[in-house]
RNA sequence: GGGCGAAUAGCUCAGUUGGUUAGAGCGCCUGCCUUACACGCAGGAAGUCGGGGGUUCGAGUCCCUCUUCGCCCACCA
């Protein structure tokens, strides 16, 4: 069997259905050492994506930088899930349903509340779950049969009962206060999910003229100016409010002004909240429309007119009623800013306006300014849930990868505020409180974990609590709810909670990351997991942040079509620095995934190579194999196998904290470990540099002679390449699993229904013939596989001085090593090796203890050999004493440095012995070195 | 406004507790269709380590300061 010219990416597809029928992603809750077993379990959730979304960049990123992690635990024989799952996404997905009926010229209202949630649901049957398809092109290896959905009756069963038992212990309240309103979705938005935005903006000045008690007031002063962003609310005024430790205005306090446009009196009062440093220091108070002056007004027992309507729009209720004239009533926010300042400008009310550069909230779903808005809304307390999650991190139960992230989640949690958890909308968990009519006093609150019909305590009828959760009020508890929670004896709980790694971007990092790890603790005693992985985001060549807006994304599905799942995966993972973001042409999509393809083929060709050279006939085991029998390039590529295994596991880190710990959790990390691992990118790199540096550039070009020529010492090269070859596929299956799966199950060791998905991660252990063979066999590997590097130095040197001199390719030069006794040693390696040297080079290789005579190239090899070729009729000789001399007066300067250095009594006193040991030496090296440059420069070039 | 991070080759980044002549990938230049691979092979050029000051025998690495970017948070109307 051999190997077509390509890898087929089109084939991929076939591959994972292979991965499927056989089970491979299945995890079993009993063989998690938890749940009886006798296997670590380790476990992923993945964040689920928005049940309507369709993949993207970002989704790539992070479910392929999990998907790393997760084959390499699997390959590390731990009982691996991870679990998929997509979010209902409360605003978004009513979002795009209501655009879907907007088309048919209808509202959500139109349909009214049943309906509209039919519908949404239907919408969701229908096209939710591309996305969970999708991952699958690019090599998802999930759980699928664990598949969640946040609106699922588990989860929401799960919802219910966090929701009950939060209020049973009194950290759900219902609270009157001003929260944030997006217009558009008219629905309360959490602190969160308004999101700053720095705009420029106005500060209006305006005159409030003094109307009563100003015959107390020492001045003159007829009016009291305040500086205002938004001066339509100004209708809602109540208050102006100075600071009572302000001199310029303490006679004020207790006067009345009339305000502008509306001619009503208000007072002047004296709060500590107005700044005497900014503006005027007179701070006009609004308590229906702004959150501080909610608190004023509350302190004050200030009355409370709503002036904006939940659409934005200029309004009397009964709070307000005579405050919003004619002139604006109806118009928008914005629309009458502009006539209220107008109107203020015609009345000379309008002292002056500057501009102004201010952060303002967005709905963080369509981007409309939210409004601060006065209403009821529930509220979870959220400082008890903080404090075992900040002792967890402080601990070191939990660790935050780029750890610059940990002082962001300190503070956050060292600053909390309560989480306003209800939604206006209509597609989302109902909030699980009934309201009795009947009831004295009049609408009781019940919660209840199931439906009431009838109030429990008069039996009258109730009324469900019109609002939904929050989104993130169910995706805080998926690390639980997905594993069965709260049924605690669930078999999946028992086996897989806590989870291991928690994988996403840094932006929702406290919507619902944090939030996580609040609930693990109150409602499992444990974090959900003990280390959270923050990539980076993709950008485009210019940096900026791909976008749907700015059209400059790359899809995914177009990446997988084009160049493969393997060249997409290759290049993120490669791209992915920890801390850093990754960047990305969407207009040069060859430059930026042909490395990853390249890499592939690479791979693909270093398998036909030995599929077509080494054949396909059993292969010996390397454990038989005599290490006696070890050529040096063996024994080398063995040395640098281990040596790559090595960089990959650190590149991973430890799989998990087992360093005993007190508190809720059993261990935690200790400080070395606390940083370490998580580099994908440091993996990709350590691994390819040792298939295509190291593997293919030299040893599979050193055995090429003796695999073809075939014999015992054929099958030694052979068994050697395998078994390295076999490994290198093991090291890249996490990042490139197709082709590496594809070309493993034709290699000779295969056994027929085995999967590389599922096979052993390579060990750092020696290799197993030397294990057999014993240490001193070992020992004897390392020396000749330092020996082979020597190989390696002459070939080098000779194929740069051929360079160099231009010498043709098909031309065939001589080289001499010039050794003496104390080079013996090395003088045996390369008379041993002087054939592999020439097919390397072209280049034949003598040893000799005299320099040939005449124009020669020089090179010194470490050990001391200088290798000479004599340049015959090869050299231009005014070009080569250029060069000769270049390069010894660039020596000389140096030299004469580093002997100045060696001569400071301080440096050798004070160094460490084997840093002046090692300048000693390399002092020594350059005085040969110099010497010969001397001599050549005599011979050569003086005429 | 508060806090955090970054600045090293044209680009993206490594550089462990201060210690050989500061590295890699991509890009660039030169030569090669050498019996797995031109999606390849070999060789090469290129950096005052953001500026300034300090500590030290020795600083890309530690300290101070300035500049420029980035991120998080925040009720200065």
Redesign the pocket.
């Known amino acids: 069997m051999s190997l077509p010219?390509?890898f087929d990416i089109a084939g991929e597809s076939r591959i994972y259905e292979r991965w499927l029928d056989a089970g491979c992603f299945h995890a079993e809750a009993r063989r998690s050492v938890r749940a009886g077993g006798d296997r670590e379990p380790f476990t992923i959730v993945m964040p689920p994506p928005n049940v309507t979304a369709i993949l993207h960049l970002g989704h790539g990123l992070d479910n392929i930088a999990q998907d790393v992690l997760i084959r390499w635990a699997r390959m590390s024989r731990q009982e691996t899930l991870w679990v998929p799952g997509t979010d209902h996404a409360g605003i978004a997905t009513q979002n795009v349903v209501e655009k879907l009926i907007a088309k048919e010229g209808k509202t959500r209202f139109d349909l009214g509340r049943d309906a509209f949630v039919r519908r949404t649901e239907a919408f969701v049957a229908e096209t939710g779950g591309t996305i969970l398809r999708q991952l699958r092109a690019i090599g998802v290896s999930a759980d699928w049969s664990r598949t969640a959905y946040t609106l699922s009756p588990a989860l929401s069963r799960a919802v219910r009962e966090a929701f009950v038992r939060l209020h049973q212990d009194g950290l759900i309240y219902r609270g009157h206060r001003v929260i944030h309103w997006c217009p558009r979705c008219l629905t309360s938005l959490s602190?969160?999910e308004a999101?700053?935005h720095?705009e420029t903006g106005a500060?209006y000045h305006i005159a409030y003229r003094i109307s009563g008690g100003a015959d107390r007031a020492s001045g003159t002063r007829r009016a009291l100016t305040?500086?205002?962003?938004?001066p339509e609310t100004m209708l809602a005024d109540v208050a102006l409010?100075v600071?009572p430790a302000d001199e310029r205005y303490r006679d004020l306090v207790g006067a009345t002004v009339v305000l502008p446009i509306l001619d009503i009196e208000i007072p002047i009062i004296a709060d500590e909240?107005?700044?005497?440093?900014?503006?005027?220091?007179?701070?006009?108070i609004?308590p229906a429309h702004?959150?501080?002056?909610f608190e004023v007004g509350r302190r004050h027992g200030l009355a409370m007119p709503v002036v904006i309507d939940a659409n934005g729009v200029m309004a009397e209720d009964a709070s307000s009623t005579g405050r919003v004239p004619d002139l604006v009533r109806g118009d928008d926010r914005v629309v009458a800013r502009r006539k209220i300042v107008q109107a203020l400008q015609d009345s000379g009310a309008l002292v002056t306006t500057e501009s102004?550069q201010?952060?303002v909230r967005h709905c963080y779903r369509c981007d409309t300014v939210v409004e601060p808005r006065l209403s009821d809304q529930w509220f979870v307390t959220m400082a008890p849930l903080a404090a075992p999650a900040l002792a967890g991190l402080r601990s070191g139960a939990i660790r935050i990868l780029?750890q610059?992230?940990e002082?962001?989640y300190v503070?956050?949690l060292e600053?909390i505020?309560d989480w306003n958890i209800s939604r206006q909308l209509w597609w989302g968990h109902r909030i699980p409180v009934w309201y009795c009519k009947e009831c004295d006093p009049p609408y009781d609150v019940h919660v209840s974990r199931t439906d009431l019909t009838a109030c429990p305590r008069c039996d009258g009828p109730v009324r469900q609590d019109e609002d939904v959760l929050d989104t993130w009020f169910s995706s805080w508890l998926w690390p639980l709810s997905t594993l069965g929670w709260p049924d605690e004896k669930a078999e999946d709980l028992r086996a897989f909670y806590p989870t291991d790694v928690l994988v996403s971007a840094?932006?929702i990092?406290?919507f619902w990351i944090t939030r996580m790890i609040m609930s693990g603790y109150y409602f499992a005693g444990r974090s959900p997991y003990h280390t959270v992985l923050l990539h980076?985001i993709a950008r485009d060549?210019e940096?900026r942040?791909m976008s749907k807006s700015l059209g400059n994304g790359v899809d995914p599905i177009d990446v997988v079509r084009l160049y493969g799942a393997d060249a997409l995966r290759w290049t993120l993972v490669?791209?992915m620095?920890?801390?850093?973001?990754?960047?990305l042409d969407p207009n040069d999509l060859e430059?930026t995934f042909?490395?990853g393809?390249?890499?592939?083929?690479?791979l693909?060709?270093?398998?036909?190579?030995?599929l077509?050279?080494a054949g396909t006939a059993p292969v010996t085991p390397l454990r038989n194999i005599d290490a006696n029998q070890l050529h040096r390039s063996d024994a080398w590529i063995l040395s640098r196998l281990d040596a790559a295994v090595a960089e990959c596991d650190d590149a991973f880190g430890p799989l998990r904290p087992v360093t005993p710990a007190s508190g809720p959790d059993p261990v935690r990390w200790t400080d070395a470990e606390r940083g370490s691992g998580m580099?994908l990118?440091?993996l990709a790199?350590s691994a390819?540099?040792f298939v295509?540096?190291e593997?293919?550039?030299?040893y599979?070009?050193a055995i090429?002679?003796r695999v073809?020529e075939g014999g015992a010492d054929g099958e030694v090269a052979r068994a050697v390449l395998v078994h390295v070859f076999d490994a290198a596929l093991r090291l890249l299956h996490p990042i490139v699993p197709f082709v590496t799966e594809e070309i493993w199950r034709q290699l000779p060791t295969h056994t027929e229904g085995t999967f590389l998905a599922s096979a052993a991660w390579p060990t750092g252990d020696r290799a197993a013939g030397d294990r057999a063979a014993g240490d001193r066999a070992a020992g004897d590997r390392a020396a000749r596989a330092h020996e082979f590097d020597l190989v390696r130095e002459a070939?080098?040197a000779v194929?740069?001085i051929?360079?160099?001199y231009?010498v043709?390719?098909?031309k065939h030069i001589d080289a001499v090593a010039v050794v003496n006794g104390a080079t013996r040693d090395i003088a045996r390696v390369f008379t041993e090796e002087a054939d592999l040297v020439e097919?390397l080079s072209?280049t034949a290789l003598r040893v000799s203890d005299a320099a040939p005579q005449g124009a020669a190239a020089h090179a010194v090899l470490s050990g001391g050999t200088s290798l000479v070729v004599p340049l015959a009729d090869l050299v231009d000789v005014d070009k080569e004493c250029a060069r000769l001399r270049g390069e010894l007066a660039?020596?000389e300067k140096?030299y004469v440095?580093?002997e100045a250095?060696l001569s400071?009594?301080?440096?050798v006193s004070?160094?460490?012995p084997?840093?002046v040991d090692?300048?000693r030496?390399?002092l020594a090296?350059?005085s040969a070195?110099r010497q010969q440059l001397r001599d050549k420069v005599q011979t050569l070039c003086v005429s």
């Open positions: 010219d390509r602190d969160e999101e700053f720095d500060l305040i500086a205002t962003t938004r409010a600071n909240y107005a700044d005497p440093a900014f503006g005027t220091g007179v701070v006009k609004t702004d959150a501080n002056d102004h201010h952060a780029p610059k992230w002082g962001v503070h956050w600053n505020r840094p932006d990092l406290f980076g060549a940096h942040k490669s791209g620095g920890l801390g850093s973001d990754i960047l430059k042909a490395p393809r390249n890499f592939v083929t690479k693909w060709n270093i398998g036909r190579f030995l077509d050279k580099r990118n440091d790199e390819r540099r295509w540096s593997l293919a550039d030299w599979v070009e090429k002679g073809i070939v080098g194929r740069q051929r360079s160099e231009a043709p390719p098909g097919r072209r660039a020596l140096q440095a580093l250095r400071n009594e301080k440096f004070k160094a460490p084997d840093v090692g300048e030496r390399k090296a350059w070195r």
